[in-house]
């Protein structure tokens, strides 16, 4: 499987390199990976990192790294994530400390969510959101999607907002 690049007016959507590696342990080892269940130490968060990369060739989707084309800082990621961890395809995002409040988050999710539905030819999407989230229970509305209470979710306590399907 190819993992495809994406753009932006102001972002490029890349596959994961081994420099994106601190950025990724930092954020999954702050209080802010409390939304993801964490924080993570070290050998959980290499887990999930490789387990990002590995879903394209397993899955045919996973995780894209953030960037800022003009900068080519790494910003963050957005994933479509499927496999045993997920009931359905899930839109995920998270973005470093510095890049939130800049629209980037959305202006990716927006990217990959379009990929998913125009090129992937997912049924569906949803993205699974702790309710105490609340920007991204909001990001999830400004993305069109609605609340699925009905929806299977992988942990009982998230929300699960739909895209499309």
Same mark, same amino acid.
């Given at each position: =499987? ?15 390199? %081994? #420099? !994106?590696?601190? &950025? *990724? ?8 990976? &409390? *939304? =993801?269940?964490?924080? %993570? @130490?070290?050998? +959980?968060?290499?887990? =999930?990192?490789?387990? $990002? /990369? ?8 996973? #995780?894209? =790294?953030?960037? $800022?084309? #003009?900068? @080519? ?31 980037? +988050?959305h202006e990716a999710a927006v990217a990959l969510r379009d990929w998913a539905r125009d090129v992937a030819r997912l049924d569906s999407l949803v993205s699974y959101v702790d309710p105490a989230n609340a920007r991204s229970c909001a990001l999830a509305l400004r993305l069109g999607a609605w609340r !699925?209470?009905? +929806?299977?979710?992988?942990?009982? !306590? !998230?929300?699960? %907002?739909? /895209?499309? &399907?």
């Amino acid at each position: =499987m190819t993992v495809p690049t994406l753009k932006t007016a102001r972002l490029e959507l890349r596959p994961m390199r %081994f #420099a !994106d590696w601190p &950025g *990724y342990a930092a954020l999954m080892g702050s209080g802010r990976a &409390g *939304y =993801m269940g964490g924080p %993570f @130490g070290v050998p +959980a968060a290499w887990g =999930m990192f490789c387990a $990002d /990369h590995a879903q394209w060739e397993f899955c045919g989707s996973g #995780a894209l =790294m953030i960037e $800022d084309r #003009a900068t @080519g800082a790494s910003l963050g990621q957005v994933a479509v994530n499927r496999g045993p961890l997920f009931p359905e395809p899930e839109l995920g995002w998270m973005v470093w400390p510095e890049a939130e409040g800049r629209g980037i +988050a959305h202006e990716a999710a927006v990217a990959l969510r379009d990929w998913a539905r125009d090129v992937a030819r997912l049924d569906s999407l949803v993205s699974y959101v702790d309710p105490a989230n609340a920007r991204s229970c909001a990001l999830a509305l400004r993305l069109g999607a609605w609340r !699925d209470d009905r +929806a299977a979710r992988p942990d009982p !306590d !998230d929300l699960v %907002f739909r /895209h499309f &399907g």
